[in-house]
């Protein structure tokens, strides 16, 4: 499925390629990779090398960007250098701190007062006029990324057939680090999620997504966060955020995790212990990103704050999060 029509669109297919056969999906960096593509097919049709000018020109801050999106634009560029520089091919690679430090976001994590008004605002949803059932997706989609801790972009691409009612289990899809995983429903939740199943099944009887569009098809990605924005202003004064920290939906799945850690530790089990299995859980390829959470946990549970200096969390740094 080559778009690539500038000199350097052999590079651009086997970097894509290699990438492919590592089972990743790269899908996002294509799409970076396309455009950076437009731009050097414009301004250097017949340039066959990845010149420091080429590269210079896509690293421009753009007007309104974030660092992070700024670096996770500039970072395919990078792989596609060093790719080429690999093969023996003249390519500039960007050098490492372009363009700057990425700037780690600070969770909202939700108390249980707001968390109700959220999800009695979810409850509380409204037929769409162009089409759908999200009445019925919403007040699941949500409490999947809170009681299962989810990521947003998990419970958007869940299958019909990943939701074992059954069993309760649910199988996640080549999460981050692209590797799949199971977690398991309540059996409250179970039951929730069977009538979810039998209210939609009338609509959408063939459907592959377990959360279906009006044409049966993956919700987009942005349609969760417009989704969150809605619940955000049904719920008004209830929901009070820090300055310049807005909650997002994937403060559910931070929210589910600092709940977890907050039940675990006060029973007097040991965080040492439990950071195996949460890794696991969370669907973490190392315990760094793990440890970021015993940290969430004794800022916002005080009486936790004896976790944040175990010896084994000392050695590793704070973790990076994507939104997805």
């Known amino acids: 499925m080559s778009g690539f029509v500038s000199g350097l669109a052999p590079h651009f297919q086997g970097l894509l390629e290699l990438k492919h056969a590592m089972g990743l999906p790269y899908e996002t960096s294509e799409r970076h990779l396309l455009a950076f593509d437009a731009i050097c097919s414009l301004h250097y049709p017949t340039q066959s090398t990845l010149s420091k000018a080429m590269a210079m020109e896509w690293v421009v801050k753009r007007p309104n960007e974030h660092v992070n999106g ?21 390519a500039y690679v960007i050098p490492k701190g372009i363009p700057g430090r990425q700037v780690h976001y600070r969770p909202h994590i939700f108390s249980h007062r707001e968390l109700r008004a959220l999800f009695d605002a979810a409850d509380a949803i ?10 019925l997706i919403i007040p ?3 409490r999947m990324l809170y009681c299962l801790g989810l990521r947003p972009g998990e419970a958007r691409k869940l299958h019909r057939n990943d939701v074992d009612m059954a069993h309760g289990s649910v199988l996640i899809r080549e999460s981050k680090g692209h590797k799949d995983r199971m977690v398991f429903l309540s059996p409250d939740f179970q039951e929730y999620a069977r009538r979810y199943d039998d209210a939609i099944n009338p609509f959408h009887p063939d459907r592959i997504p377990f959360f279906p569009n009006h044409q049966g098809n993956f919700y987009s990605k942005d349609t969760p966060n417009r989704w969150f924005h809605e619940l955000l202003d049904a719920a008004g004064s209830l929901i009070v955020a820090s300055p310049g920290s807005p909650p997002r939906p994937y403060d559910l799945r931070h929210a589910h995790v600092v709940e977890l850690i907050n039940r675990w530790v006060l029973a007097g089990r040991s965080p040492e212990v439990l950071v195996a299995y949460l890794s696991l859980h969370l669907g973490h390829s190392n315990t760094e990103d793990t440890w970021y959470y015993f ?12 976790i944040a200096n175990t010896s084994i969390e000392s050695i590793f740094p704070e973790a990076h999060h994507e939104i997805r």
């Open 70 to 90: 700024q670096m996770r634009r500039i970072t395919p560029v990078r792989q596609l250098a060093k790719y080429m520089a690999s093969l023996g091919v003249e």
């Open 126 to 135: 409204q037929i769409s006029p162009f089409g759908g059932q999200r009445q």
């Open 140 to 142: 699941v989609m949500f």
């Open 295 to 306: 940290h969430l946990a004794a800022d916002f549970h005080p009486e936790l704050r004896g």
